[in-house]
Nanobody, 124 residues
Framework: QVQLAESGGGSVQAGGSLRLSCAAS????????MGWFLQDPGKEREFVAA????????YYADSVKGRFTISRDNAKNTVYLRMNSLKAEDSAVYYC?????????????????WGQGTQVTVSS
């Protein structure tokens, strides 16, 4: 079992930055692909970014390319999402997820473990 705990969310003005962290416990995530998703109330959970287990490949939703950066520190068992140039439409609850298979997933169904989420609110 893997437990994931997100942190770093909050309220920020449009154009500002936040860094989300996802701390894993229970076992090492070094061999897992990891992802970030967002969810607005009443809507489906959407893909934001993913990183391969080897830290070689990263993937982003078109809406965040060039603004968000996913990274991982396996020594700290932690994954990060750096969010720059934030827009009001980025406001949502952000979830971290771990995928047991090594191939990187871009869909919610590809992931096996989820955190509880952290709220990001961007005011314009």
């Amino acid at each position: 079992q893997v437990q994931l705990a997100e942190s770093g969310g909050g309220s920020v003005q449009a154009g500002g930055s936040l860094r989300l962290s996802c701390a894993a416990s229970g076992r090492s995530i070094s061999s897992y692909a990891m992802g970030w998703f967002l969810q607005d109330p009443g809507k489906e959970r959407e893909f934001v970014a993913a990183i391969s287990w080897s830290d070689v490949s990263t993937y982003y939703a078109d809406s965040v390319k060039g603004r968000f950066t996913i990274s991982r520190d396996n020594a700290k068992n932690t994954v990060y999402l750096r969010m720059n140039s934030l827009k009001a439409e980025d406001s949502a609850v952000y979830y971290c997820a771990a995928r047991l298979l090594r191939g990187t997933g871009l869909a919610k169904a590809d992931y096996d473990y989820w955190g509880q989420g952290t709220q990001v609110t961007v005011s314009s």
